[in-house]
């Protein structure tokens, strides 16, 4: 049995308990990051959920369906970056503010209220806990929401294959600048409690030191 959006009967089940926002983070927040030891990677929902585990744009995907699963639209963001990688979050409408769901391998970049006015204004909530391994915050600018709705002729959701075509469309869409060449120069350096704050997550995990040696 499937459902109209292609999932099988169990998948439907995992998904139908996921039935807001908090669920989904919280499911996220539970499976292991995926550090593509064995290549790169760009897992669908349906992958995601055989293989309980997501890197960052994979969360976001599967955030996003999860989401339309219940009535939302499947909408996903890009938060751009100098000097580090960038971010992708699910993002999502609440009594007419934006709220957002990631997964990450920071603690700071995942969960966002549905409090924020605006894209920018949620956006530019990550500002503080975006940063590079020297300390650098690195947060620069941010796309409009994609509808993943444009990629349900490939299956996005259910696909056994990668998807790197939702990675090439996000590289060539338009983004907006968060902060000026001025704030940039006055930036100041993330402190040491900061940075092992962010971090606490990879630590306990025990593969910070394997990220590092990937970067």
């Given at each position: ?97 934006w ?59 259910t ?14 869409i ?6 000026t ?35």
């Amino acid at each position: 049995m499937k459902n109209k959006f292609g999932f099988s009967l169990g998948e439907c089940r995992v998904l139908y308990e996921l039935n807001t926002p908090k669920k989904i983070q919280d499911f996220l927040d539970n499976i292991e990051y995926n550090l593509e030891e064995e290549g790169e990677t760009c897992y669908s929902p349906r992958t995601v959920l055989k293989k309980r585990k997501a890197n960052c744009i994979e969360g976001a995907l599967f955030a996003a369906a999860a989401l339309r699963f219940h009535g939302h639209k499947p909408l996903i963001i890009d938060l751009t970056s100098v000097r580090d990688d960038d971010h992708i979050i699910a993002v999502f409408k609440e009594n007419g503010y934006w709220g957002s769901i990631g997964k990450s391998k920071y603690t700071g970049l995942t969960f966002r209220e549905p409090i924020h006015r605006t894209i920018r204004e949620l956006a530019i909530s990550y500002f503080e806990d975006y940063f590079n391994y020297e300390g650098e915050k690195t947060l620069r600018g941010y796309s409009r929401p994609i509808n993943l709705k444009v990629f349900d002729k490939l299956k996005w959701m259910t696909s056994g294959d990668n998807l790197f075509f939702v990675e090439k469309y996000l590289e060539k869409i338009n983004h907006k600048k968060l902060i000026t060449q001025k704030m940039v120069k006055n930036l100041r350096i993330v402190t040491p409690l900061a940075m092992e704050a962010g971090e606490l997550w990879m630590s306990k995990k025990g593969i910070l030191d394997k990220v590092k040696s990937k970067s």
